[in-house]
């Protein structure tokens, strides 16, 4: 399975024990077509993370990518010890 | 970039000129620490998505896939046409 590989392939290896999440959002709009709803889906998701895990929100990186139609967010935290 | 060749590689020649929504959550905790958030967040996903996707919720195809440490959750969505 390619996810989990890309996945494991980003940790670092002295954050092997830690507890990490990651969230890739990938939209496919053929020729722009469509409503890019990217932004706002990306500070919800921002919200609903946050609801779950105690971080403070410049903990949470995210990117942007964009490979021809595809349009990928990527976030990732590193969850607290205790409290995730 | 693995996760861009495996939304590609999920793309059925049918559907190419179809918007698509993908979302994946992966989710690690070593030795299954912390706390267990992944239900929870995936409802809260689920209501997202619906705000900015037009589709009824038996359209939005959930995967749960667990790998050692990491559960995974995977979102697929096929957008409508027109509003999406």
Redesign the interface.
């Known amino acids: 399975?390619?996810?989990?590989?890309?996945?494991?392939?980003k940790k670092p290896t002295a954050q092997?024990?830690?507890?990490?999440?990651?969230?890739?959002?990938?939209?496919?709009?053929?020729q722009n077509?469509?409503?890019d709803?990217l932004p706002?889906?990306r500070q919800?998701?921002l919200l609903?993370?946050q609801?779950?895990?105690h971080v403070e929100l410049e903990n949470i990186n995210v990117d942007v990518?964009r490979?021809g139609d595809?349009e990928?967010l990527?976030f990732n935290v590193t969850?607290p010890?205790?409290?995730?």
Request: glycine letters at 4%.
């Open positions: 399975m390619g996810i989990f590989s890309y996945f494991r392939s092997v024990a830690k507890n990490r999440l990651q969230i890739i959002v990938a939209h496919e709009r053929a077509s469509g409503y709803f706002q889906l919800e998701i609903v993370v609801k779950y895990v990518n490979d595809c990928v990527e969850l010890d205790n409290k995730s």
